[in-house]
């Protein structure tokens, strides 16, 4: 319902930030999918940051995904597209062009029509945006938990947490998890639990 989405990438990176990995549910519980950034890279702002391409991320997440969804009822069908998606992104030299990318690609697949932008095509520095949005009264959704690690904001928005669980490929549920998770168990028929989640049930 909001006019427009920026993207903040403008505050520092953090390796606590989901902003570079995602959780997959596996036998034993989750696990972490990670994309590497250069050393260097580390205490810049997210628009700055570089993918450590020497380290073989995308076989790596491809392989969990396989090996994690293969018997999960959706996964063949959305095997060959996920696959296409992450060797496209490998072809991206900065963090934020793989996020951005990864993030309108699985919008597609949900058939969400969200276009987000990126806080450096209108701001200088995080300062500068933070002064606009005051003047704006713009609402923040910062990520949780990130009060360590990201810079707060007056108007930072607060939202109760849906009680929502879905069934996932191995017993229990582990929340938190990346939309994949969603998508390989329920399919074009995921709206049904997104729904839930905007309704807060």
């Not at 930030?17 to 972490?32: F, L, M, N, Q």
């Not at 309108?104 to 029509?113: L, T």
């Not at 329920?186 to 049904?192: D, E, F, N, V």
Request: charged share 30%; with cysteine; glycine share 2%.
């Amino acid at each position: 319902m909001a006019d427009q989405v920026i993207l903040d990438d403008l505050h520092p990176f953090s390796r606590k930030s989901r902003v570079h990995r995602a959780k997959i549910r596996t036998p034993d519980g989750y696990h972490w999918l990670t994309i590497p950034v250069l050393t260097e890279d580390r205490r810049k702002p997210i628009n700055q940051v570089r993918i450590d391409h020497t380290r073989p991320w995308v076989k790596n997440h491809l392989r969990a995904l396989e090996y994690n969804y293969r018997n999960s009822l959706y996964f063949d069908f959305y095997e060959p597209e996920i696959k296409d998606d992450f060797r496209t992104a490998a072809e991206y030299s900065y963090l934020t062009d793989v996020i951005n990318h990864l993030f309108q690609r699985q919008c597609v697949y949900f058939e969400i029509e969200l276009y987000a932008k990126k806080a450096s095509e209108f701001y200088n520095d995080q300062d500068e945006m933070y002064q606009n949005l005051t003047k704006s009264k713009s609402f923040v959704w910062q990520e949780q938990d990130s009060k360590n690690y990201q810079r707060p904001h007056w108007s930072v928005a607060t939202f109760r947490k849906p009680d929502v669980t879905y069934r996932q490929h191995y017993p229990g549920f582990v929340e938190g998890c990346s939309m994949l998770d969603l998508l390989f168990e329920y399919g074009p028929y995921s709206w049904q639990i997104l729904d839930r989640f905007t309704e807060g049930r």
